[in-house]
């Protein structure tokens, strides 16, 4: 089983920048982000595998986000600039623990950008 903690999150005012981290119980292959705004289903935002590579962004977080991987914590960290108000939701951190593994959840944090 893996479990996942998120940290983060709460109201900024557009431009600006959140950090989002979650760490995991064991050692993921692949931690990411999605996101989910009420009504709609989840969308990628970003991943990442824990060797470091292969950092993956939707279109729309391209230059803004930043995600990194902690091996020595299992802890994955998205680092948010530029927030907008279209940023605002309910951001979910999901991991695998290898490539054709089921998704593990956290609970999600919200974030909110105001105008």
């Known amino acids: 089983q893996l479990q996942l903690v998120e940290s983060g999150g709460g109201l900024v005012q557009a431009g600006g920048p959140l950090k989002l981290s979650c760490t995991a119980s064991?050692?993921?292959?692949?931690m990411g982000w999605l996101r989910q705004t009420p009504g709609k289903e989840r969308d990628f935002a970003a991943s990442i595998r824990m060797s470091g590579s292969g950092a993956t962004y939707t279109d729309s977080a391209k230059g803004r986000f930043t995600i990194s991987a902690d091996n020595a914590n299992n802890t994955v960290i998205l680092q948010m600039n530029s927030l907008k108000p279209k940023d605002t939701a309910t951001y979910y951190c999901?991991?695998?623990?290898?490539?054709?593994?089921?998704?593990?959840w956290g609970q999600g944090t919200q974030i909110t950008v105001s105008s």
């Open positions: 999901v991991a695998k623990l290898g490539p054709y593994d089921d998704d593990y």
């Open positions: 064991v050692r993921p292959y692949i």
